[in-house]
């Protein structure tokens, strides 16, 4: 964030004012003066002006993300690949991804700024109900359904009962609605390779109540009030 907003944020002055009081060398980063009032202020920096240390406290933010397949959850990435925060960039606040969804999975991602609620949200005994729609090859025979279902080995854990209906069997393929607790990495992945289903497609449609709805891909909504407080009292 460009210092001069910073210093706004922080209720300190306005940004002419803090451009101002830059340029006449009231403001140190790190123990050391900076005149540029369009310095970068990064995470860590110690923003001093007047010789007092100020925090901007960041207004809590609750975003609610239809990721686009091809975007690593993550705030940034070591090879250079697309992260999903650039897709809330606009939004004035260091948002992080509430749990994970695989690069070639779309779909209902939280972001949000309120570390306590990702904590808490992301700690097992939460194990909200997440819903996904997957595209899945082949014939789920009515077996293979009551295996999932039931729960299924994928690798040293077996996962427990999950809903799981058949949208629509097509003669190579089948769309498949399936609710787990767990947070398993790529779990439904594995759980229908159990079966031998390979999916070729995979969206997270909802988080509890929470639902994509008819949110475009790549695009964002803020929670309303009510949809936050429901996921603090999950
Ligand atoms: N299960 C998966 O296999 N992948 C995801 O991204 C989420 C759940």
Redesign the pocket.
């Known amino acids: 964030m460009r210092l001069n907003k910073y210093i706004a944020h922080a209720g300190i002055a306005s940004r002419r004012k803090a451009d101002e009081l830059t340029i006449n060398g009231n403001v140190k980063i790190n123990g050391v003066s900076v005149r540029e009032p369009g310095y970068d202020v990064k995470e860590g920096d110690v923003v001093e002006v007047n010789g007092t240390r100020i925090d901007r406290p960041e207004k809590l933010e609750y975003v609610l993300l239809n990721k686009p397949v091809g975007y690593i959850t993550s705030v940034q990435d070591d090879k250079n690949r697309p992260v999903v925060t650039e897709l809330t960039a606009d939004v004035d606040a260091r948002l992080f991804p509430v749990g ?3 690069y070639n ?1 779309s779909g209902l991602l939280l972001l949000t700024n309120d570390g306590d609620l990702a904590y808490r949200l992301s700690h097992p005994k939460h194990n909200v109900t997440k819903t ?1 729609r997957a595209r899945v090859a082949g014939v789920l025979s009515g077996e293979r359904l009551a295996r999932l279902r039931k729960g299924v080995d994928i690798g040293g854990f077996v996962t427990s009962p999950a809903n799981v209906k058949v949208i629509k069997q097509n003669p190579r393929s089948a769309v498949v609605e399936i609710q787990i607790h767990e947070g398993k990495n ?5 759980m229908f390779a159990a079966v031998g289903n390979k999916v070729q497609e ?1 969206e ?1 449609v909802a988080i509890g109540e929470l639902y994509l709805g008819r949110l475009k891909e790549g695009h964002y909504r803020k929670l309303t009030r009510d949809e936050i407080e429901y996921l603090k009292n999950l």
């Open positions: 994970r969804l695989d999975t996904y790529r779990q439904v992945r594995k995979l997270r």
